[in-house]
């Protein structure tokens, strides 16, 4: 591992986590909890085997991954972020929010994979009626759908995969989809962009932006 060699909390903190693909291997184990090497390599397209192999071992070497065995039937080698590691979740939600304008000027050629929406879901979003009845939302931003749940403390809880019963499911252009449970955009107005609803339209009154004061720091 390379280091800046520098005595200042920033450069020992890029040490650990500042070489290219290690936040995105935590931003997988983020969404998923608990990886194995295939779930890490199908969610990060363009890195080379050697390389991630290398940057898991670094991480779990630093502390941040701890690596398992598990038991039957899954039967392999599974990673996960340690204590430590989740800690990394605060620096990942900032990253997101500083690099979201850049969005706008993507070109088309970028890869995308549905269940990344999954951590701004969870970051950015909350139930704005915690103690009514939960309620659950499935969104089909296209490939992997995403399971959107109220929990009853104000927070929204993700998960990959359908749920059998969904209160409604939003198709459509991932970030319309999120503009849309965050209230940046109405109803009317990301149906336009793209975004189909299924289901009773009452059950995104639900859903709105999460207040600084409750955002991740």
Request: hydrophobic share 40%.
């Amino acid at each position: 591992m390379r280091s800046y060699g520098q005595l200042c909390a920033l450069a020992k903190a890029l040490d650990l986590v500042g070489d290219r693909w290690t936040l995105l291997i935590v931003r997988e184990l983020l969404i998923r909890e608990t990886c194995r090497y295939t779930d890490l390599r199908s969610g990060l397209p363009g890195i080379a085997t050697n390389l991630l192999a290398e940057r898991l071992d670094e991480l779990v070497e630093a502390g941040l991954v701890s690596r398992e065995a598990a038991p039957p039937p899954i039967a392999t080698t599974v990673y996960r972020l340690t204590d430590r590691g989740r800690q990394l979740e605060p620096v990942v939600e900032a990253l997101g929010r500083w690099g979201a304008p850049l969005l706008a000027t993507a070109t088309g050629k970028e890869a995308f994979l549905s269940h990344w929406l999954a951590l701004p879901a969870r970051l950015y979003v909350r139930d704005t009626t915690p103690k009514a009845p939960s309620v659950r939302v499935e969104l089909r931003p296209g490939g992997e759908p995403i399971t959107l749940e109220t929990v009853g403390d104000g927070s929204v809880r993700t998960r990959i995969g359908a749920t059998g019963h969904a209160d409604a499911t939003l198709e459509g252009p991932p970030q319309v989809v999120l503009h849309l449970l965050t209230r940046k955009v109405t109803l009317s107005a990301a149906r336009k962009r793209g975004v189909r609803l299924h289901g009773d339209p009452k059950v995104l009154r639900r859903f709105g932006p999460k207040p600084a004061a409750q955002a991740p720091a």
